[in-house]
């Protein structure tokens, strides 16, 4: 199990904060919520594709759930040390079929979701960044 991100995911973020501050644009980032908890029902862990069933490779659950929880946490992270907005999503979508078609391609009811709770959260974090 990896103990960091890719490097070049971190550069890529580091490239897009600098850009943010450069350009004096307000960033809000938005954690990717996935179906990986140790609760998923059956039947949706079935669809996992990264994690095919019948296959002779893959990637067990619980090192899915790690590889998604470090990739989120840099993102929490790298967000707060930056002073960019953050949408925890990954927090907020609990992990069920009527919200996931797999991993973590979202339902109709999941985009739903999604939405509800990312419209509010990047209205607060534009209107935090703006109060910097």
Request: aromatic content about 10%; glycine content about 6%; hydrophobic content about 40%.
């Amino acid at each position: 199990r990896p103990d960091a991100v890719a490097t070049g995911y971190a550069e890529d973020l580091d490239r897009i904060g600098a850009l943010c501050r450069e350009r004096r644009l307000r960033c809000v980032f938005v954690t990717q919520p996935t179906a990986y908890a140790p609760d998923v029902a059956p039947e949706l862990a079935a669809r996992f594709w990264m994690t095919p069933p019948f296959a002779d490779y893959g990637v067990d659950l619980e090192s899915m759930r790690h590889v998604a929880d470090l990739y989120n946490a840099h993102l929490r992270a790298f967000a707060a040390r930056q002073g960019h907005g953050l949408c925890d999503l990954a927090a907020g979508l609990a992990p069920r079929r009527r919200f996931f078609y797999d991993d973590m391609h979202f339902t109709d009811e999941g985009a739903q979701r999604v939405a509800e709770q990312v419209a509010p959260c990047v209205r607060k974090g534009l209107q935090a960044s703006a109060a910097q």
